[in-house]
């Protein structure tokens, strides 16, 4: 798939020198940056999820490791 990004030359120097500085191509950059994003932000909602669930329990590094047998 290809996609079209609009973007000011200068926006398009700067995205260039750092994918260049980075040793890849632009659109590598451009893709990794999204999906890391994309990553980032599922991260956070699970994150947020699990808050509201919390009961507010909480077990010792001893605690734990004798529950598991370590």
């Known amino acids: 798939m ?20 980075h040793g ?4 590598t950059l451009l893709k990794e940056t999204l999906l890391e994003r ?3 932000e599922y991260d956070v909602r699970l994150a947020e999820k699990a808050l509201t669930e919390d009961d507010g329990t ?3 590094l ?7 047998g370590l």
């Open 2 to 21: 290809v996609v079209s990004v609009r973007m000011s030359e200068d926006e398009q120097a700067a995205l260039k020198a750092f994918a260049d500085f």
């Open 24 to 27: 890849m191509p632009l659109s």
């Open 38 to 40: 994309m990553e980032d």
């Open 58 to 60: 909480r077990y010792t």
């Open 62 to 68: 001893a605690d734990m490791r004798k529950r598991y």
